[in-house]
């Protein structure tokens, strides 16, 4: 479905940050969309539909957050990708940020189809190239399993469900602890339930908590605002770790793959991407031992120019069949 742009203006935002904001829907479902780069022309997709071959060649980035995160993360990103002249689009998955909710059923349908819409209108621009992190990469990942969405390629950053790890044991088995927050007969205080998000968001987040950004902090904690939110977070999050089990049929990916592997993430281990990497030949990994779980939040200016340089060699594949190896790699895997 292609989307539809709200009447009411996009939000302010500063003048030097090069990001547009707006409101559009996508297979039904309302989300808030952060873009940068030139302004497409209105005009562009009805005249390409009629000339095909006038379709561009320069990537179309499409970044995706992860599970209790929004489009604010890319922002650093973002800024950077404006400031070199790229264009690309970061968005509200549906039942986060100021996304619409989704709908009572399995959750990772709902985002493949939120995904294929937004992946069919970016593709009128240029070739579609994906970067997910966390949630984000999931369903990246199952974009690139389907024949029928033109995804030039994926960068896969910390994307869970390949081995056993922290989060899906913590998750999946609701330890003793969760139970007992939830069966308590009357609700922790907001005020209680805020102070512990405060002091492990950033532990979870960033490879070193001290260099946290408060505004980022912020953005997570405010999920949290009261006991009702947090256990009704905490049963949403079990029932996506048991759709993970069968989230994968990576034999059908062909697109090219970059795996992100990061060495201090807490959530999903660096040991996941190198499974990953293995279950899809033709894939390339990087390990990156100082950034954790939200690199893009670390490290944006890395983050950025790893993307844009992904991205400008996935996108010649069908003109070269040997792609060059990205900037510190070794053969196919490298660590830094």
Not at 237 to 264: N, S, W
């Amino acid at each position: 479905m292609t989307a539809q742009q709200r009447e009411a203006p996009p939000a302010t935002v500063p003048a030097d940050s090069g990001i547009r904001v707006a409101h559009r829907r996508y297979a039904g479902a309302r989300t808030r969309v952060l873009e940068v780069g030139p302004q497409p022309d209105a005009d562009t997709p009805r005249r390409r539909s009629a000339r095909r071959s006038a379709r561009p060649a320069t990537p179309r980035l499409v970044l995706l957050h992860g599970y209790c995160d929004s489009a604010d993360t890319w922002r650093p990103v973002l800024e950077e990708l404006a400031a070199a002249g790229h264009s690309a689009v970061a968005v509200d998955l549906p039942g986060f940020g100021d996304a619409d909710a989704l709908r009572p059923g399995a959750m990772l349908p709902q985002l493949d189809t939120f995904l294929a819409a937004l992946v069919k209108e970016q593709s009128v621009l240029g070739p579609v190239v994906l970067a997910g992190n966390s949630l984000g990469g999931t369903i990246s990942l199952r974009a690139a399993q389907s024949t029928r969405l033109p995804v030039a390629g994926v960068v896969s950053i910390a994307a869970p469900g390949f081995v056993d790890s922290w989060l899906i044991r913590t998750v999946s088995r609701f330890p003793v602890p969760l139970r007992l927050y939830s069966a308590l007969p009357l609700p922790v205080p907001g005020f209680v339930v805020r102070a512990i998000a405060e002091q492990v968001v950033p532990r979870l987040l960033y490879a070193d908590s001290a260099l946290a950004d408060a505004t980022q902090v912020r953005r997570f904690t405010d999920l949290f605002p009261d006991y009702r939110a947090t256990t009704g977070r905490l049963e949403q999050a079990r029932q996506l770790v048991e759709e993970l089990a069968t989230a994968y049929q990576l034999d059908t990916v062909r697109a090219p793959l970059l795996v992100v592997a990061c060495g201090k993430d807490k959530l999903v281990s660096a040991a996941s991407g190198k499974q990953l990497h293995s279950l899809v030949p033709h894939s390339r990994l990087l390990v990156r031992d100082d950034w954790g779980h939200c690199p893009q939040l670390d490290d944006p200016p890395a983050i950025a120019e790893l993307i844009t340089y992904f991205a400008a060699s996935a996108t010649h594949t069908k003109q070269r069949r040997a792609v060059a190896p990205l900037a510190g790699e070794v053969g196919t895997e490298a660590s830094a």
